[in-house]
């Protein structure tokens, strides 16, 4: 666990404490993670975007209107691009923009279109922190789910001394570290298929599909940051397993089963994302089978179906994916319910969309309310249905978790 490889964009504001932002993303740096670098025009006449180029290794993003930037679209890049948005040090004007919704420049407009955690680390004079219309904006602000980390209480530039010191580059390290492990699924086993399944046709040939495995191991990243102990079932895939997973490799649908009948036992989540073969051919011939004659019949039979399996247990909370090319929503709710799971988290596929790309889109379907959660990167997308998933097996749970709370 950690933040190595995660993508964090540090957004400055124009106050004295962007001298620390330098030194601030050294630190991010040296523990893996990717920083890109927003600065406001007012932080430029603080730190210079040279500075901050060259502590990032990448180039600073300055402008709302970016013609170099992805169909001048920058903000929505990054906005997809980040894990995490810290904006340090954010001022009072900052603050105060960022409130109201305006998107009158880069920073303020990503932190709007970004659905990754937002976190500030306010810096201004004591008396403008105290000011009733900063507090009442940090309230509206934390009401909404962004982070506010500090700010510190001290001896600050303008010589007065009072809270308004933006927390110490190390401070803010800790805070990013804690968001990608958020405890939520602390003490609790998760075991998580992933990547598709091989039938074998013959030595040689088999049965397969396009799934890469992506999805299916950043949901077993995500379920790991959150502090779970994960089991990762996995067909073949060319990826390297998430640091702190366990990895059980398996080939077919029915080697799939048999390892997650094994695993479910003692676990109290089972996220079902592998394209599981729903059939395969009743023999696999022993030698590579020879193109002697023009037409070949191959006679397949069903899989057994490990979602409905483990949903039957009832001993676990179950998460179903739903893959489909049309009618997402009817086809979804119809799994939901012949399946018997909790929750399906359904996507589109085909066209390049869902199977082997970076970015997916889920519809997350039970019997409650159903919620979009719109097109971004796998890792994203998989802490947020992490969240979600926590959030619904500790309401239909809360004798486990107190269970849990006397370990
Ligand atoms: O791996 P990627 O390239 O990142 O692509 C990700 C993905 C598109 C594969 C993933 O997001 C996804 O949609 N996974 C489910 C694919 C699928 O098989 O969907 P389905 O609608 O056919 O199956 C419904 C559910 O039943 C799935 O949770 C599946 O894992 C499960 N199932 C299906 C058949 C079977 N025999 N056993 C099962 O457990």
Redo the contacts with the bound molecule.
């Keep these: 666990m950690g933040i190595s490889n995660k993508h964090i964009v540090l957004g400055v504001s124009g106050g004295i404490a962007a001298y620390k932002s330098a030194d601030l993303v050294r630190r991010l740096r040296e523990h893996g993670a990717q920083v890109k670098v927003v600065m406001t025009a007012n932080a430029e006449q603080f730190i210079t975007a040279l500075t901050m180029q060259a502590v990032s290794g990448q180039p600073v993003h300055l402008s709302l209107l970016d013609p170099a930037a992805e169909a001048g679209m920058g903000h929505i890049e990054l906005a997809r691009w980040a894990d995490v948005v810290l904006v340090a040090p954010a001022t009072a004007n900052f603050i105060a923009r960022l409130t109201h919704g305006s998107a009158d420049d880069l920073l303020n407009t990503l932190c709007l279109a970004t659905e990754a955690p937002v976190m500030l680390a306010p810096a201004m004079n004591q008396q403008m922190w105290q000011d009733p219309a900063t507090q009442e904006n940090i309230t509206t602000l934390k009401n909404r789910g962004v982070g506010i980390l500090g700010p510190g209480v001290g001896d600050q530039a303008c010589g007065e001394t009072g809270p308004g010191r933006m927390l110490e580059p190390a401070e803010l390290v800790d805070a990013v570290f804690a968001v990608f492990a958020s405890g939520a699924l602390e003490g609790d086993k998760v075991v998580v ?3 598709p399944t091989w039938e074998a046709i013959d030595p040689v040939r088999g049965i397969t599909n ?7 191991y950043a949901v077993a990243e995500a379920a790991s940051e959150a502090g779970a102990q994960v089991v990762l079932v996995s067909g073949p895939t060319c990826l390297a397993p998430p640091e702190n997973v366990r990895l059980v490799s398996v080939c077919s ?1 029915q080697n799939m089963y048999d390892a997650v009948m094994s695993e479910v036992g003692d676990a109290q989540i089972f996220i ?5 073969a ?1 059939y395969r051919p009743v023999s696999a011939a022993q030698e590579k089978i020879k193109k002697h004659r023009d037409t070949l019949t191959i006679e397949l039979v069903k ?5 409905s399996a483990v949903a039957q247990r009832d001993n676990c909370f179950t998460v ?4 489909e090319t049309s009618s997402i929503e009817k086809h979804a709710r119809e ?1 939901l319910e012949k ?1 018997g799971v909790d929750l399906i988290a359904a ?1 589109k ?1 085909g066209d390049g969309e ?3 790309a970076d970015d ?1 889109a889920l519809l997350l379907i039970d019997r409650g309310e159903m919620r979009s959660l719109p097109s971004m990167s ?1 890792p994203q997308l998989a802490r947020i249905l992490i969240q979600e998933i926590s959030k619904r097996y500790h309401a239909k749970s809360p004798a486990q978790d107190s269970r849990r709370a006397h370990r």
Excluded: Q, Y
């Excluded at 899989?303 to 979602?307: A, E, F, H, R, V």
């Design positions: 298929t992933a990547g396009l799934s890469s495995g992506k999805m299916g649908a079902a994302v592998a394209a599981v729903d899989n057994p179906d490990i979602l179903g994916f739903a893959a799994k399946k996507n596929v869902g199977f082997t997916n796998k």
